[in-house]
């Protein structure tokens, strides 16, 4: 009897060390055409990938380098986990001071580095209100930003605004894992489809006007 729960355990654990092989193979390819209908959209495109083996789009558009990849957040259990596209602008012009706003926070944005930063503002009441602003030693001058933010967070997948003296950053939900996969099994399956382009046009070109506000001062 012994053996035989012996054998059974064995071949248990080689068909879940086939599966699991099978899914980051799976992984792997789903990811690598995430930007496949967005390549067109920048001038000098390139492709390469981040120390996590996940796509990095970057390239030129309207003036401005742009860079786009994707993070995988799978750090709070209790929900699906989502896709997040970051959308980064470098700046032509560097700013004076800082600020991210976060909405809907959950202390677990580990793709944010305003949780090592110490400054706070107070919500504008035209902004969204379930959110934070926080600021590294010197807070970008928020009036400039006064209609743009609404707008921006009236998208309920917009998680965040991050403004830096050298680039702008906008972090977007595009996905979400794939419920009976995660609450069965805690694996993170996504959609294999392509980000669409419209979306990752429309983000560019948000994140290029706010670049363009900042740099008028």
């Known amino acids: 009897m012994q053996i035989v729960l012996i054998a059974l355990l064995t071949v248990l654990g080689l068909l879940m060390f086939g599966k699991y092989q099978r899914d ?18 920048l001038q000098q495109a ?37 896709l ?46 379930h959110a934070i602003i926080k600021y590294l030693h010197k807070p970008i001058d928020i009036s400039l930003l006064e209609h743009l933010v609404p707008t921006l967070f009236s998208d309920l997948k917009m998680k965040e605004l991050l403004i830096m003296p050298e680039f702008v950053r906008l972090t977007y939900m595009v996905k979400q894992a794939n419920r009976g996969e995660y609450l069965i099994l ?12 419209d979306i ?4 560019i070109k948000q994140t290029v006007a706010i670049s363009k506000v900042l740099e008028s001062e």
Request: glycine residues 4%.
């Open 24 to 41: 980051a193979k799976h992984k792997v390819q789903a990811r690598s055409t995430v930007f496949d209908d967005c390549i067109r959209l």
């Open 46 to 82: 390139q492709i390469s990938q981040d120390k996590a083996n996940l796509p990095v789009l970057q390239g030129n558009y309207a003036g401005y380098k742009i860079a786009l990849n994707i993070v995988e957040d799978t750090i709070a259990w209790r929900k699906l986990p989502p």
């Open 84 to 129: 997040w596209l970051l959308v980064k602008v470098s700046a032509n012009k560097t700013s004076i001071g800082s600020l991210d706003v976060i909405v809907r926070p959950a202390n677990n944005e580990f793709y944010s580095p305003s949780w090592q930063w110490g400054g706070n503002l107070t919500i504008p009441n035209n902004w969204p209100q």
């Open 186 to 197: 805690r694996n993170a399956v996504y959609n294999d489809a392509p980000i669409a382009r």
């Open 200 to 203: 990752v046009e429309s983000l």
